[in-house]
């Protein structure tokens, strides 16, 4: 499945399951606690994001009617900066709740 990127796989006997998955070139690990599973995850998530920056190529006619090719949308740039503080920040169960709560409550998608 080309769409498929990675398969974690979480069970209880981590040496069972090692054997098998190394056939596998998706399967990227076995884990036996949900904590390793959540930051095996954030860690894929943050190279997939870094590894999707946009890059525009633009011809010297079209730079020279540009003003300034330095400023950055702003919806853009402060997207990235909200996601990179949610990937690289430690939280605990406690703020997850808080903070799916407050999408909850405002409608935030």
Known sequence: MPQLDAIYIFCSNKSRHQEWTRNWKKVKGVHTNIDEVCLALQLTVKQCN?????????????MALTDNLNQ?????????IFKEILLDMEY????????TAYCRNNNAM
Do not use: N, R
């Open 72 to 80: 950055l949308e702003p919806t853009f740039m402060y997207t990235q």
């Open 92 to 99: 605990g169960k406690q703020a997850i709740k808080q903070f």
């Open 50 to 62: 870094q590894d999707s920056i946009a890059v525009s190529f633009i011809t010297e006619k079209q």
